[in-house]
Nanobody, 126 residues
Framework: VHVVESGGGSVQTGGSLRLSCLVS????????IGWFRQAPGNEREMVSC????????SYIHSAKGRFTTSSDRAKDMVYLQMNMLKPEDTAIYYC????????????????????RGQGTQVTVSS
């Protein structure tokens, strides 16, 4: 299984970025794909998740209304569109995949996501 992120970069406050994640080697239609982030000195947190099994999505509270995750099954790609970025969004963002769903929904955290990318840096300056 391979998970590869792309699309990080540097933007100013209020700007937008779209992260992309290519997942190969597992049944994409049965997978949950999560976006996680970790800033220096902080714990890793799950920003969003999409379950390809039932198309459900979930978001961390601070991302609601600003970030959107979506899945393109034809390309085995998952995206994270990030708008209205803030300096506190600065972190390394990781894409991770799992087939260990809770029935059809995303599991609650990093330990459940067995397949992980290398991460991409997002920097938001004020």
């Amino acid at each position: 299984v391979h998970v590869v992120e792309s699309g990080g970069g540097s933007v100013q406050t209020g700007g937008s970025l779209r992260l992309s994640c290519l997942v190969s080697g597992l049944r994409f239609e049965d997978a949950g794909i999560g976006w996680f982030r970790q800033a220096p000195g902080n714990e890793r947190e799950m920003v969003s998740c999409i379950s390809n099994a039932d198309n459900s999505t979930s978001y961390i509270h601070s991302a609601k209304g600003r970030f959107t995750t979506s899945s393109d099954r034809a390309k085995d790609m998952v995206y994270l569109q990030m708008n209205m970025l803030k300096p506190e969004d600065t972190a390394i963002y990781y894409c991770a995949a799992t087939i260990r769903l809770l029935e059809t929904r995303c599991p609650p955290g990093w330990p459940f996501f067995d397949h992980r990318g290398q991460g991409t840096q997002v920097t938001v300056s004020s």
